[in-house]
């Protein structure tokens, strides 16, 4: 599985942006799938995750209310949707690949990592 982020930028607090994820590999429609970021100086942190039908969804307590997170499994693609962003949304997204899950959705333990995608926010 290779997986390719992209979508980050700039934006002003109370913007919004959509990062994408583009999985290749013929078993991307049943893997887990997830979104982690990691701010300088601090750990990577999971932001969001759903199942291989959309069906279930987790999101950080700090995301919750403004990320979404969606599937498209006609273009093998992942989204992030990130409304009301504030600058401690400021860091490098990654999206990742759980192919040990197909419904639950943890929060560690992902096995295939895209290249990040930087998100700034500013004041």
């Known amino acids: 599985v290779q997986l390719q982020a992209s979508g980050g930028g700039l934006v002003q607090a109370g913007g919004s942006l959509r990062l994408s994820c583009a999985a290749s590999?013929?078993?991307?429609?049943?893997?887990?799938m997830g979104w982690f970021r990691r701010a300088p100086g601090k750990e990577r942190e999971f932001v969001a995750g759903?199942?291989?039908?959309?069906?279930?969804?987790s999101y950080a307590d700090s995301v919750k209310g403004r990320f979404t997170i969606s599937r498209d499994s006609s273009k093998n693609t992942v989204y992030l949707q990130m409304n009301s962003l504030n600058p401690e949304d400021t860091a490098v997204y990654h999206c990742?690949?759980?192919?040990?899950?197909?419904?639950?959705?943890?929060?560690?333990?992902?096995?295939?990592w895209g290249q990040g995608t930087q998100v700034t926010v500013s004041s």
């Open positions: 990742a690949a759980d192919i040990n899950h197909r419904d639950y959705v943890r929060r560690d333990g992902y096995d295939y």
């Open positions: 590999g013929r078993f991307f429609n049943g893997y887990v």
């Open positions: 759903i199942n291989w039908n959309g069906g279930s969804t």
